[in-house]
């Protein structure tokens, strides 16, 4: 995973850095070009889905991976070296939430009504035997202070920020 992850972050690094906006996190890390599928259930589907299978996971991180590559490829956008994370964090999502749409206001929108982040700044899945396994994305510097905020007034432990000795192990 150590390779697929530095590179999928890099590209994600690119991708969100130039688009992510606070004033509208929500709707500037949901793109239509990285939009899977999947997003077209409903929230409630997503989540029971998200938790049910590793797969489904796994596979949304795929295809917004694969179309982000291809969008960078296409405009010969470069990526950019991943030391201190170019201002960004990477948080892990494990989708066991509560649901009760909390962190909404407070993230303006980068977290939804189901505390899912926005899609454009997944880029890898990691099977840990537990629900669905995780989610990883990287979150623009501009974004840091909202997600902390919509983080912090989630009532259970579902999404967090990643520590050092887990990026580490991540990165190889």
Known sequence: MTTDFKLQLAETIAWCSARAVAER?????RSAELMSP???????TQVRRLLDTPAVGAEVVDFIVRRRREAL??????LPPLGELCGGRVLMTDFNTDICAAATAPSNGFLDDYDIPGWDTWFAHEDTGRFGGVVY???PPA???LAERGFSVIPVECIGWVDATDLRRLLG
């Open 25 to 29: 996190a929500g709707e500037t890390t």
């Open 38 to 44: 999947f997003f077209q259930q409903d929230g409630d």
């Open 73 to 78: 490829e296409r405009t010969r956008q470069p």
């Open 137 to 139: 994305g990287w979150v």
């Open 143 to 145: 974004l840091v202070e």
